[in-house]
């Protein structure tokens, strides 16, 4: 029997949370996404709180909360700040750097480096995508050549989150291109190490204040300490990154949602047209309940898949699921958001423009809305 009942104390932490992101993290947000900026004094504040060690034990600085204590928490980062390229780089950091540190790494990896990660000193990026290999991690052209000690690594990775920014990476390459997916690799990149080069950083239509970017290894040396897990073992690191990944990058996605939500329902009751509030229209009242729905039923999948993970099952369909409805339901609530706020919806300056921006990316990243819908139909065990 599932039962989400939140106890007096997670409700309590995540009321502490809403009021620290909405106090703290939306200074000059406007003039950071027209400028493309870090909000550096946000992360590091965040960092103080402790949020990006949520999950992490507290053995190795982290807060060691549950999954479900763990996305709760996060939607209420999306509830109270409006900075959703700040809230990305906390869940990429989380979900594709610390968690993979976690579960693969050795006990000497976890001490060195997730310490530093859960208090914001260092910040993580995933360093996976490549020109000609997305998604088709298989196909990964970068090479890592054991030398003694260490690996030489060759290769371009785009599309890194926190790239420009980011203290280590974990970075894929492949110790024997004929081994295929045998071959894939899975290594720790700190970013002084010879030949680790960020080429350019990218810019982007929304998540700006997000830092993108391009990663050139240039015969880089990499210590064979640095190895995460075992050669060959990149498969396992990719598909449990992705899982996690998938299932809970868009947690806060949910708090976001509730947040335009109540936004445009207090709009609908002040301004009014013909002598009456726009909320008494049927038209705009029933944008406003799909947005309900969208919540609720968002809502209600994410809890799912974090129960189903507290339980120890596999959710690789289900992260699947919650990934694609959430992204597009957010989309499509930002759309209706725009169209109920109607020309206002439309100015920088009321920002409601921004979340559409921002939410439009969640159905590329982390796999398309295409590539989610082909893993759950693979489950549905149809294609043969």
């Not at 970068?142 to 003694?148: L, S």
């Amino acid at each position: 029997m599932i039962d989400f009942s939140w106890t007096e104390e997670q409700r309590q932490l995540h009321q502490k949370i809403v009021e620290f992101a909405h106090q703290e993290l939306d200074c000059e947000l406007i003039d950071l996404d027209s400028r493309e900026a870090f909000n550096w004094e946000g992360w590091k504040k965040c960092g103080q709180f402790g949020i990006q060690g949520l999950p992490i034990p507290q053995e190795y600085g982290g807060m060691g909360l549950d999954i479900l204590t763990t996305i709760y928490a996060l939607e209420a980062l999306g509830l109270g700040s409006k900075d959703n390229g700040l809230i990305f780089a906390i869940n990429a950091h989380l979900w594709a750097c610390m968690l993979p540190i976690l579960t693969f790494g050795n006990e000497k990896q976890k001490q060195k480096y997730l310490p530093q990660l859960c208090r914001g000193e260092l910040i993580g990026g995933h360093a996976i995508t490549e020109p000609e290999a997305g998604s088709d991690v298989y196909n990964i052209k970068t090479v890592a050549e054991k030398q003694g000690d260490k690996y030489i690594l060759n290769g371009v990775k785009n599309w890194v989150t926190n790239g420009p920014i980011a203290n280590i990476h974990i970075v894929f390459a492949t110790v024997d291109p004929a081994k295929a997916k045998s071959g894939v690799t899975g290594f720790i990149v700190e970013e002084n190490f010879p030949g680790c080069i960020l080429k350019r950083k990218i810019s982007k239509m929304g998540l700006r204040t997000t830092q993108l970017g391009e990663l050139v290894l240039e015969n880089c040396s990499v210590p064979a300490e640095n190895l995460l897990g075992k050669e060959g073992g990149g498969l396992a690191l990719f598909t449990h990154s992705m899982e996690w990944e998938r299932g809970f990058i868009l947690s806060s996605a949910v708090g976001t949602m509730e947040r335009l939500l109540k936004s445009c329902v207090n709009y609908a009751k002040k301004r009014k047209q013909f002598g009456q509030p726009i909320g008494k229209f049927q038209l705009v009242s029933t944008k406003l309940v799909d947005m309900k729905l969208r919540l609720e039923t968002s809502r209600a999948l994410l809890y799912k898949v974090g129960w189903l993970k507290k339980m120890g099952k596999s959710i690789l369909m289900e992260a699947a699921m919650t990934k694609l409805y959430i992204s597009e339901s957010w989309v499509q609530s930002c759309l209706d958001a725009i169209q109920i706020y109607g020309g206002y919806g439309y100015l920088t300056e009321l920002e409601i423009e921004r979340e559409l921006r921002d939410a439009l990316g969640s159905k590329l990243y982390s796999g398309t809305s295409e590539i989610q819908r082909q893993i759950i139909y693979q489950f549905l065990e149809l294609g043969g």
